[in-house]
């Protein structure tokens, strides 16, 4: 298995809402991050984790919480998100000197 | 601080032409470099990366890139442009380290269209 899997593919969400977007990697890769995408932009990083701990928080508003439960899976809980939040959430992993590998993407809206 | 320029917004080519998308960066040192590519909606897909060694990379799709440490550029080069390659195309570098974990830091994109 060498792909980045997430889950759901489309989500809608209201601002008041509680929901959580899925990873899942199963190629051994000891680091796994989120970033957030807006139309016609590049990926900005939101978190990494590295060995399941969480190493870098890129200044991101605490309505976004990621969760690393086991090294093959990466959660991002949203609570209470705002409209301007919609966007493509990206999940990636990657291992010691091979490439970061990205996931296809949840795209998110915000109501 | 590190920063990857990509000069060019949006670049049309005939379908069979040639290809050429340029990236330049800024960096302390050498770092890792890649190219992704990303159809609207998609995640994003890696095309090539360079570590180290031979300057030319070949990658997938028929894509090739060119390190030149004298010109901090590691531009992407196709010599005959298919329909389906017209998607948005980063270049991104990160720092060499040991560690697990890496930043990467993107240039701004370059949107190709391919005219039949």
């Known amino acids: 298995d060498t792909e980045v899997t997430q889950t759901p593919k489309h989500l809608v969400m209201g601002m008041t809402n509680k929901k959580s977007l899925k990873c899942e990697q199963h190629?051994?890769?000891?680091?796994m991050y989120w970033y957030k995408q807006k139309a016609k932009k590049p990926p900005e990083l939101m978190f990494v984790?590295?060995?399941?701990?969480?190493?870098i928080n890129e200044s991101v508003p605490s309505r976004f919480s990621p969760e690393c439960p086991n090294s093959s899976l990466l959660n991002l809980h949203l609570h209470a998100l705002q409209p301007e939040d919609s966007a493509l959430y990206l999940c990636a992993s990657s291992q010691g000197m091979g490439p970061t590998l990205f996931g296809p993407g949840t795209r998110l809206t915000v109501l | 601080a590190q920063s990857v320029t990509q000069p060019d917004i949006h670049i049309t080519v005939s379908e069979g032409a040639s290809l050429e998308l340029r990236c330049n960066y800024s960096?302390?040192?050498?770092?890792?470099l890649f190219w992704y590519v990303q159809s609207p909606g998609q995640g994003l897909q890696l095309l090539l990366k360079y570590f180290s060694g031979d300057t030319l990379v070949q990658g997938i799709k028929g894509f090739e890139a060119e390190f030149k440490r004298s010109q901090s550029s590691f531009n992407l080069r196709k010599p005959s442009v298919h329909w389906s390659d017209a998607a948005e195309y980063f270049c991104a570098v990160a720092p060499i380290s040991s560690g697990s974990a890496r930043q990467l830091t993107f240039g701004s994109g370059t949107q190709l269209t391919v005219l039949p």
């Open positions: 960096y302390g040192a050498t770092p890792y």
């Open positions: 984790y590295s060995y399941e701990k969480l190493s």
């Open positions: 190629m051994g890769h000891r680091a």
